[in-house]
T-cell receptor
Framework: AQSVTQPDIHITVSEGASLELRCNYSYGATPYLFWYVQSPGQGLQLLLK??????LVQGIKGFEAEFKRSQSSFNLRKPSVHWSDAAEYFCAVEGSQGNLIFGKGTKLSVKP | ETGVTQTPRHLVMGMTNKKSLKCEQH?????MYWYKQSAKKPLELMFV???????ENNSVPSRFSPECPNSSHLFLHLHTLQPEDSALYLC???????????FGPGTRLTVT
């Protein structure tokens, strides 16, 4: 069965520092992968997606993610974090029914 | 984010009440979803509708009853809920069941 692991529950970075959030997935075929962000009290906003092709995908708000099949990973990166990036980030993989299977999320705190 | 709306945003109900959550999407999508988000647990898929037909029901208790009268509207009817049903209920829509999903802001439900 498909699954997603986000090993970091909570990460704190300084404003202006680089960021990498980890995501590992379990899927038999080529996966469809997604990163979403959720601000407190809000729904989820799609940051980026990977379906096929170039393994480095660009998203909104300056985020990017790299699909590495050999490592079953789809890590999210940003070169310089802004205070407004503080939120919870969810990695997801498409399930067999076309639904999304989410990781438990990584909460990002940003220090001034 | 305004593509998918949910009402009410907050709901407090007793265990013997009956209430309904409403979701509306303005994106011309054909698939709609209900998810449950509880503290410290991954997002759980509850129901999937594609072209107004239910295609997924992840063994959700019968006290939750979905209704999809057309491709733009999705309801979740609630009755005789338990305190452990308190959670954020998120609605999402997509072009089809293998496309990225767009989420509404959620309904924060508290069962007393």
């Amino acid at each position: 069965a498909q699954s997603v692991t986000q090993p970091d529950i909570h990460i704190t970075v300084s404003e202006g520092a680089s960021l990498e959030l980890r995501c590992n997935y379990s899927y038999g075929a080529t996966p469809y992968l997604f990163w979403y962000v959720q601000s407190p009290g809000q729904g989820l906003q799609l940051l980026l997606k990977y379906f096929s092709g170039d393994t480095l995908v660009q998203g909104i708000k300056g985020f990017e993610a790299e699909f590495k099949r050999s490592q079953s990973s789809f890590n999210l990166r940003k070169p310089s974090v802004h205070w407004s990036d503080a939120a919870e980030y969810f990695c997801a993989v498409e399930g067999s029914q076309g639904n999304l299977i989410f990781g438990k999320g990584t909460k990002l705190s940003v220090k001034p | 984010e305004t593509g998918v709306t949910q009402t009410p945003r907050h709901l407090v109900m007793g265990m013997t009440n009956k209430k309904s959550l409403k979701c509306e999407q303005h994106l011309g999508h054909n698939a709609m979803y209900w998810y449950k988000q509880s503290a410290k647990k991954p997002l759980e898929l509850m129901f999937v509708y594609s072209l107004e037909e239910r295609v997924e029901n992840n063994s959700v208790p019968s006290r939750f009853s979905p209704e999809c009268p057309n491709s733009s509207h999705l309801f979740l009817h609630l009755h005789t809920l338990q305190p452990e049903d308190s959670a954020l209920y998120l609605c999402a829509s997509s072009r089809g069941t293998s496309y990225e999903q767009y989420f509404g802001p959620g309904t924060r439900l508290t069962v007393t």
